[in-house]
């Protein structure tokens, strides 16, 4: 559901507080006819004494981060080494995987692209500096960033955040959903928002699947086809979700014992509006393999980020990525 449709109440956590504003909203939209849903945030006097510190360091109240300058602040607000706390972790370890999907997220939500209209490659752009330079000075930042993050793939990251030791990070959504499983220690502690974008600039998002696939030598076609056909249903979709997985339909997202289990699922839907997707084409791993490069020298070298997206855009001018 979007902020536009959601009432968020924030009230000291107490049962009889919180229950008490549940009703009364309830009431007040039964009289009113209003359609705003209640989104109730409970807060104990820690949390209260964190947004009272953060907003006389920073000078704004602290809140999702909507522009990376804020993120850079929240992920400083939050590391605290000393009790082995950080502000966000990057997960930059050279396998060609969130490496490059973070880039493509900070270069498009700062209004590049990876492609010209022709599907010609470009690299060597403003926002792709912006992108790069921005990555590299976090990713080395120790006073944001949890240490290594070439050592640090994405399943270390999401495992890092399960256990309660990033505040926030820029992650697939399931890893979000893990820390709602019954032996978890952030249990009821994690939300999921938007990505923070530049001025002027929508949120970006990104949607990427593990596929179920026939292989041209099956000897069981029409089998293989009517299963994968029953593994799309609903029902079945619901299943996937349920055992763990992340469940690709609008009824798995708003089911009623998703949302019960992993509260924020709802969420989806709206994450979703501004989602796109790697550019589909046999030359992609081509670039894929660039792209991965250009963060690790990024990471790795002293080079200057103009000469490391120069060198890129020259080994990627033979790549055009048809659509």
């Known amino acids: 559901m979007s902020q536009r449709h959601t009432f968020r109440i924030a009230v000291r956590q107490f049962g009889p507080f919180e229950s008490a504003i549940r009703k009364q909203f309830a009431a007040y939209k039964a009289a009113s006819g209003s359609a705003l849903?209640?989104?109730?945030?409970?807060?104990?006097l820690n949390p209260l004494a964190e947004q009272r510190a953060f907003a006389a360091r920073f000078g704004y109240p602290l809140a999702p981060p909507q522009t990376w300058p804020q993120f850079t602040d929240m992920a400083r607000f939050f590391t605290r080494p000393n009790q082995n706390l950080y502000g966000t972790v990057f997960a930059a370890f050279p396998d060609g995987h969130n490496t490059v999907y973070d880039f493509c997220l900070h270069l498009w939500s700062r209004g590049g692209e990876l492609t010209d209209a022709a599907g010609n490659v470009t690299l060597d752009t403003p926002q792709a500096r912006a992108a790069l330079d921005f990555y590299r000075q976090m990713a080395a930042d120790r006073t944001a960033t949890y240490p290594d993050p070439m050592q640090i793939d994405s399943v270390q990251?999401?495992?890092l955040f399960r256990e309660g030791r990033i505040a926030m990070m820029v992650n697939w959504f399931g890893f979000a959903a893990v820390c709602e499983q019954p032996n978890s220690p952030t249990r009821g502690k994690v939300a999921v928002t938007t990505l923070p974008a530049s001025e002027g600039q929508p949120p970006a998002s990104?949607?990427?699947?593990?596929i179920l696939a026939l292989a041209a030598g099956s000897p069981h076609k029409a089998e293989g086809y009517a299963f994968l056909r029953h593994v799309g249903t609903p029902?079945?979709?619901?299943?996937?979700?349920?055992?763990?997985?992340?469940g690709c339909r609008l009824s798995t997202w708003?089911?009623?014992?998703?949302?019960a289990a992993i509260p924020y699922y709802?969420?989806?839907?709206?994450?979703s509006r501004n989602a796109r997707t790697l550019p589909r084409s046999r030359e992609?791993?081509?670039l894929a393999h660039i792209l991965d490069e250009i963060v690790q020298q990024a990471l790795g070298t002293p080079d200057a980020?103009?000469?490391?997206l120069r060198r890129a855009q020259e080994r990627a001018q033979t790549i055009r990525l048809d659509f």
Do not use: Q
């Open 284 to 286: 992609f791993p081509k």
């Open 266 to 271: 709802h969420r989806l839907a709206d994450l």
């Open 235 to 246: 029902e079945m979709d619901k299943r996937t979700t349920l055992e763990g997985g992340i």
């Open 254 to 259: 708003a089911d009623p014992d998703v949302n």
């Open 206 to 210: 990104l949607s990427v699947y593990w």
């Open 37 to 44: 849903e209640l989104e109730l945030v409970a807060l104990d």
């Open 305 to 308: 980020t103009d000469a490391i």
């Open 157 to 159: 990251s999401g495992a």
